[in-house]
């Protein structure tokens, strides 16, 4: 009898396998880091081979090292990078180039040409609900067919694949018989219309992709095919890009819930519910994971999303360029050393800002500064710049969806930090609730692969089981909190407009 779900997390630096029980605890966890490839600057490539490598090899691992046997196993559930683009042999299953990562940025000229030649600004925000950017999948495909020779005609013949990281590892798992992705992964493309959910063929013929090359299109929770782990036949039964993995694993499945990922940068994702929600502050509609099983809930759902450039980052830099503490975690203990910031404030916007001031000349700037300003003074401020600029998405967020968020469920590696959940709490004005299992990307995974078999009977049950380590109340009054974001609102336009 099966008593385990199998979730791979495909992450941009390390491939993890993690087994989780019936009741949601963690029985074994196995990761591997894998190389990055920065062949130019600005360039970011992974080699297919290692991303699936990496994942086999930790799966088998896992197995192996812990004696689980593979007919234990119900499903398999995979959370993925999202946007990073490979393209294959249909026959050979051999890449015919590198995997191009979502970080790269070689291909900013292609979105100029599309925005400002061929006017597909608009239609683009309309139909994909994306903000044009060399982030997305379609113009790593276009670049690919235009370098790689003879590509385009090969991808016209129908023998050339393409895959988000989702379709590559679902069609390796099968030995090459599934070609497929799930909604979230497709919406990441900037090729498919996630109202018609279907691949747009006005965007197909801009950027010259065959429709041959692209894989069919499913709910995240669905059974794509069989995966044969020594000898065991294991249903591959979710796939889905990782923050949406992570709102499903934080049971945000209503309209209205959110959740706030606080890792290298943030990624704030709200479920909007059916209905697509188009944003007038920057942000990006997208598709929520969602099940295709009868009766499990609706299999489309969307969310809004918008993501805070440097966060954790800022940390990272105190630590190793200003050198003002050997472990992230130490920034907490110098944050509770003193009262307040002194009146600093720190705009870390070292690559401009993002969502709702999309500002690229914007630089980090830290303002306030007086002869008493210490150290500490600094990195309470730093911390206090994540929490800030959250708020800021997450007002955005509610002006567009005209929905108040009164609570959001946080992860991610800064969220261990107590201080700044609690400034966080205070400064929305909100609850924030920390769950026991931070891997909340696998487990989102987990829940989609184990509902859709009928490991777990629903959304309920996994609601039921899922449970919170903290909650962060807030405590400020509302004359303070008031006076702090008009200050930070004042910071920010000091960093705004400096880079030319
Ligand atoms: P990612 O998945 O983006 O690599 P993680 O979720 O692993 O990120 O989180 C790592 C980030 O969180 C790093 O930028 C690190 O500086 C920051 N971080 C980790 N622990 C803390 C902490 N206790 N306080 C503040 N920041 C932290």
Redesign the pocket.
Known sequence: MAQYVLALDQ?T?SSRAILFDRDQNIIAMEHREFPQLYPQEGWVEHDPMEIYSSQYSVMLELLVKNDISPGSIAAIGIANQRETTVVWDRKTGRPVYNAIVWQCRRTSGIVDDLEKKQNLGSHIKKTTGLVPDAYFSGTKIKWILDHIEGARERATKGELLFGTVDTWLIWKLTDGAVHATDYTNASRTMIFDIHKLDWDDKLLEAMGIPRQMLPAVYPSGHVYGTATIQGAAVPIAAAAGDQQAALFGQCCFNKGEAKN?????CFLLMNTGEAPCESRNGLLTTIAAALDSPGAGSAIQYALEGSVFV???V??WL?DEMRFFTE??D??YHANKVKDTGGVYMVPAFTGLGAPYWDMYARGCIVGITRGTKRNHIIRAA?ESIAYQSMDLVRAMEKDTGTKISQLKVD???S??KF?MQFQADIIGGIMRRPVIRETTALGAAYLAGITVGFWRGLDEVRDKWQCDMTFTPSMDETRRTELIALWHKAVGRSRDWAC
Not at 261 to 265: A, D, L, M
């Open positions: 992450g630096t990922t606080y890792g290298t940068g966060a954790g980052a940390i990272q630590r992230s975690s920034s907490e911390q991610g590696g800064a261990s930090n700044l």
